[in-house]
């Protein structure tokens, strides 16, 4: 698997940085449930969580995305977080560890190939949960599956239908962006999360995207 930044996207956003995981051959049924919780110890969120909305208005696209980070953290503070399903409530419990938004996906779905990218416009997204197709505004910053179908829009907004993990997932990637050095990083997140799922996994690889190191390959 390949998971690449474009060089589009870069010369829109030359800070972006990606930490991510691979997980592969997973034991999903092994992993406990258990709702993700804001640790007591977080630092507190509500000017990151500015400095999310500053940007997500200024970059193209629907201006009611959000960072996915402040829909965890508002449910947390008001007690409203429950289970989902195992590997999204441990992605979600990375999210909040490191206070920075994670995406996870089923590699299986997606095939060979995971890309940040500028949308043409043209390309296709089926909602979370259902509902008509749409195509993201031309610009925007999304994740693309080796056809161009859109995997999440405006970089960790909404999430497709098509590729998120399922009870059944047994190969899944995670990925955390960090658009630049004002924001938090994913690696302690990324820590928590490898160290959750290595007992239930085959195989976990880890890796950084930025502009001097724009592509990850599994095979190499």
Same mark, same amino acid.
């Given at each position: 698997?390949?998971?690449?930044? =474009?060089? !589009? ?12 995981? &691979?997980? /592969? %051959? *997973? ?70 560890? =490191?206070? !920075? ?12 190939? &995971?890309? /940040? %990218? *500028? ?102």
């Amino acid at each position: 698997m390949r998971v690449i930044l =474009s060089p !589009a996207l870069l010369e829109a956003m030359p800070e972006m940085e990606v930490s991510g995981l &691979l997980a /592969l %051959d *997973l034991d999903a049924a092994a992993l406990p449930a258990r709702p993700p919780a804001l640790p007591e110890t977080a630092q507190d969120p509500d000017a990151l969580l500015q400095d999310w909305k500053r940007l997500y208005k200024a970059l193209p696209g629907d201006k009611k995305a959000r960072c996915s980070l402040e829909y965890l953290v508002k449910a947390a503070q008001k007690d409203k977080l429950r289970s989902i399903l195992p590997l999204v409530d441990l992605y979600n419990q990375a999210s909040l560890i =490191s206070l !920075a938004p994670f995406g996870g996906e089923d590699v299986d779905r997606l095939g060979a190939g &995971l890309l /940040l %990218d *500028l949308a043409r416009g043209d390309e296709v997204f089926l909602p979370l949960g259902g509902g008509e197709p749409q195509t993201p505004l031309p610009g925007e910053a999304v994740w693309l599956n080796g056809a161009r179908e859109v995997v999440c829009r405006c970089l960790n907004w909404l999430e497709s239908d098509r590729f998120k993990l399922t009870e059944g997932s047994r190969n899944a990637v995670f990925v955390s962006e960090r658009p630049g050095a004002g924001f938090p990083s994913g690696e302690p997140g990324i820590d928590w999360l490898a160290e959750r799922l290595r007992p239930h996994a085959g195989r976990l690889v880890r890796f950084r995207l930025c502009a001097m190191e724009p592509v990850f390959d599994a095979t190499a």
